[in-house]
């Protein structure tokens, strides 16, 4: 089965970057998206950014877009979010998810694999 494993997670201040990067394994490796999730504050987890791996087409929340880019390298297996201008609100413990079926890009249920997760914290 897949196995992802998030890394890049830290402490920053307002207005910092900061990149995200997901390794998958497993005997095949061919998903139709791949997304990043978070919860914080001890709320639901929601969708921050996807991506269609046969092509590269990006899908974001309103409240990261044109802040966050979401890319994936399909020769190593690897996701990678790129995170800019960072907020209080973006304080979080940010998720890697694989969806092996074509359902819906927003919608955590339809995800197969996750991460463990990597925490992301950003201060004043």
């Known amino acids: 089965q897949v196995q992802l494993v998030e890394s890049g997670g830290g402490l920053v201040q307002i207005g910092d970057s900061l990149t995200l990067s997901c390794a998958a394994s497993?005997?095949?490796?061919?998903?139709?998206?791949m997304a990043w999730f978070r919860q914080g504050g001890g709320k639901e987890r929601t969708f921050v950014a996807a991506?269609?791996?046969?092509?590269?087409?990006?899908y974001y929340t309103g409240s990261v877009k044109g802040r966050f880019t979401i890319s994936r390298d399909n020769t190593k297996n690897t996701v990678t979010l790129q995170m800019n201008n960072l907020k209080i609100q973006d304080t979080a413990v940010y998720f890697c998810?694989?969806?092996?079926?074509?359902?819906?890009?927003?919608?955590?249920?339809?995800?197969?694999?996750w991460g463990q997760g990597t925490q992301v914290t950003v201060s004043s």
């Open positions: 998810a694989a969806q092996n079926r074509d359902v819906s890009v927003y919608r955590s249920q339809d995800y197969d694999y």
């Open positions: 991506i269609k791996w046969a092509n590269g087409t990006p």
């Open positions: 497993g005997r095949t490796f061919n998903p139709t998206y």
